[in-house]
């Protein structure tokens, strides 16, 4: 478990492997006693997750094992980076949510876009219906694009207009 701000990490292509390796070190840190090991048991543990799905299983997991699965934290890895770089600090990073927002905020602007018309067209009128169209597509044109920053940095600049230049 390692002591305050320390990052353990534990790998496996198995999930129930690394479950029981959860549960065994928590128990194993909760009965520490103060000990180089030890942790509080009530402060709350993290524990970095690619979805829900993993989360709600660890928890269950780890429940079942322990007896009680209490004060754990399971963010998704881009949550949590977030988390680390905003302590304190006057930026923000842009992740899913943010960058939906930003989407969401150029379907509205039909004059400074006037190019988006067809994507306001489609999104429809401003009730539940195209509500439900415009957020949907708000997060999928996020996903895609955070994918293609990610594995396709020479295409996201190219497309920025920035192909001889470096941000």
């Known amino acids: 478990m390692g002591g305050r701000g320390v990052i353990h990490v534990c790998y496996s292509n198995r999930l129930e492997e690394l479950a029981a390796a959860l549960a065994d070190d928590?128990?194993?840190?909760?009965?520490?006693?103060?000990?180089?090991?030890a942790c509080d048991p009530l402060a709350p543990l993290t524990v970095v997750v690619p979805n829900q799905m993993v989360a709600a299983y660890t928890r269950r997991e780890v429940a079942r094992r322990l007896g009680i699965a209490a004060n754990l934290r399971f963010p998704h890895l881009d949550r949590f980076l977030a988390d680390l770089c905003h302590a304190g600090r006057p930026w923000r990073v842009l992740d899913r949510r943010?960058?939906?927002v930003l989407i969401l905020a150029l379907f509205e602007d039909g004059e400074l876009h006037p190019e988006l018309g067809q994507v306001r067209d489609y999104i429809g009128a401003r009730d539940g219906a195209g509500e439900l169209r415009r957020v949907q597509l708000a997060g999928e044109l996020a996903d895609?694009?955070?994918?293609?920053?990610?594995?396709?940095?020479?295409?996201?600049?190219?497309?920025?207009?920035?192909?001889?230049?470096?941000?």
């Open 26 to 37: 928590l128990a194993l840190a909760r009965r520490g006693g103060g000990g180089p090991g």
């Open 98 to 100: 943010l960058l939906q």
């Open 144 to 167: 895609v694009l955070l994918d293609y920053a990610m594995s396709r940095p020479e295409m996201m600049t190219a497309w920025a207009g920035l192909e001889g230049e470096r941000r």
